[in-house]
């Protein structure tokens, strides 16, 4: 099983910033099979960035995806109200399709 | 506009079976890879297993002793049931959409929660 390790825990940022996330892989994962998603509370994850670096339909350019093999990242520059929340890693190129333990965005 | 809703009790005794539906609209199931996905409170997301329109299916080895994953084409529906349910099995569960390996789940329903009680 592949263990996605993302940091830091929370992140404490003001609006404006810039947010840069961490998903570490224990072992080489495809960067075609590799996703970013967005939860507010009470609502279900939205697909922000696919392939790792591929905004999905709707997505605002302030966010983007880096990375390849075991590490990748995600950034939001210019950070809106919006964007604090929590960002869960997964990825889909082995079984079982693994999701790390999530980022908390909150506002400083 | 491609929409997911999950259905089922809200409420499952210890050692009994939970079963879910998820309903899809806007879209034929005869495509892609539908997949459940579970959430306990407070906590992270874990994915259960998926059915793919051909019938094939693959499940997270934590769980795959308990659960079947199967669709019903006639009804744009597919299901999950999961057996021998503990607490450890409460968890908001959610179905979503895979169309292809680099995608992504795009399309999620809003999530049910179940509680596994006595």
């Known amino acids: 099983e592949i263990v996605l390790t993302q940091s830091p825990g929370t992140l404490s940022l003001s609006p404006g910033e810039r947010a840069t996330l961490s998903c570490r892989a224990s072992q080489s994962v495809s960067s075609s099979y590799l996703a970013w998603y967005q939860q507010k509370p009470g609502q279900a994850p939205r697909l922000l960035i696919y392939g790792a670096s591929s905004r999905a339909t709707g997505i605002p350019d302030r966010f983007s995806g880096s990375g390849s093999g075991t590490d990748f990242t995600l950034t939001i520059t210019r950070l809106e109200p919006e964007d604090f929340a929590v960002y869960y890693c997964?990825?889909?190129?082995?079984?079982?399709?693994?999701f790390g333990q999530g980022t908390k965005l909150e506002i400083k | 506009q491609v929409q997911l809703q999950e259905s089922g009790p809200g409420l499952v005794r210890p050692s009994e079976t939970l079963s879910l539906t998820c309903t899809v609209s806007g879209g034929s199931i005869s495509r892609h890879h539908w997949n459940w996905i579970r959430q306990p409170p407070g906590k992270g997301l874990e994915w259960i297993g998926y059915?793919?329109?051909?019938?094939?299916?693959d499940y997270n080895p934590s769980l795959k002793s308990r659960i079947t994953i199967s669709l019903d084409t006639s009804k744009n529906q597919f299901s999950l049931t999961l057996t021998s349910v503990t607490a450890a099995d409460t968890a908001v569960y959610y179905c979503a959409r895979l169309t292809c390996w680099g995608c992504g789940f795009d399309y999620w329903g809003q999530g049910t929660l179940v509680t596994v009680s006595s």
């Open positions: 997964q990825q889909f190129g082995t079984s079982p399709r693994t």
């Open positions: 059915v793919y329109y051909s019938g094939i299916t």
